[in-house]
């Protein structure tokens, strides 16, 4: 039986973590694109349940948590009633540690209440006490903090006002971010002691999308399905968690 020895395995995984799409690390590494999706996949899964292991019992003062657009399969406009769990706009809620960079918690799906609430309650698994925390003005936030953290959860929102004036259409500006003109911080429960600030996990989002083929805009690469989409979020946070030796 025709089975990758351990260094070309490590050698195809190394190329993914680099941010090379399937078809590129076939090419580098000489190994058939179908063998690397699905060594991608086993390891991906791999790396979940090692994450689920080790990332629990986390003290810290501060957590950002923000969510990531990306979408499996099609845009959201293309999907049809029988596929709009597996495809269209998967969000990756990210849960960040604010004092030690550490990605605590993350999870893919919809950008709706039952996907944050699951965040939040996989989150509050992971974190030993009531840590201050910072998140955009999603509303959903709101309540599933509350319901998670309780009642005297510290929680701040910070919330950007973007410009609505530019309307260019070329192409150098189609797809920058619009201006931001404002910026507020309003305290929803108890007393944060700390600045509010989503500037980390905001970073993070980047680094995420440079690091995976998948979530790098208007290519091919992105995931067609959702369990390998999910995968290639897990290879990514193992491999920003753990110390390269």
Not at 176 to 190: F, I, L, Y
Request: glycine share 8%.
């Amino acid at each position: 039986m025709n089975v990758l020895s351990r260094e070309k395995q490590v050698e195809v995984i190394a190329a993914l973590c680099e941010g090379v799409g399937v078809r590129t690390a076939s090419r580098l590494t000489g190994v058939n694109r179908g063998t690397v999706a699905n060594l991608a996949l086993r390891v991906g899964m791999g790396c979940m349940e090692l994450h689920d292991r080790i990332m629990v019992g986390v003290r810290t003062d501060r957590l950002e948590l923000d969510e990531l657009w990306s979408f499996v399969g099609k845009k959201q406009k293309n999907v049809q009633r029988h596929e709009i769990n597996a495809k269209g706009d998967q969000y990756v809620f990210i849960g960040m540690a604010g004092t030690h960079k550490a990605i605590i918690s993350w999870g893919v799906g919809k950008r709706n209440a039952e996907s944050t609430m699951d965040f939040l309650h996989d989150l509050r698994s992971r974190v030993i006490g009531q840590p201050e925390i910072s998140t955009d003005g999603f509303h959903p936030y709101r309540v599933a903090i509350r319901d998670a953290f309780g009642e005297n959860a510290s929680h701040g929102v910070i919330v950007k006002t973007y410009s609505v004036t530019n309307l260019a259409k070329d192409a150098v500006t189609r797809y920058s971010p619009a201006q931001v003109v404002a910026v507020s911080r309003e305290v929803v429960s108890g007393d944060p002691e700390q600045y509010v600030s989503t500037s980390y996990v905001e970073r993070q989002n980047l680094s995420l999308r440079m690091a995976s083929r998948r979530f790098t805009r208007l290519t091919n690469g992105f995931s067609k399905k959702l369990d390998n989409h999910v995968a290639a979020v897990a290879l990514y946070v193992a491999h920003y968690n753990l110390p390269y030796p």
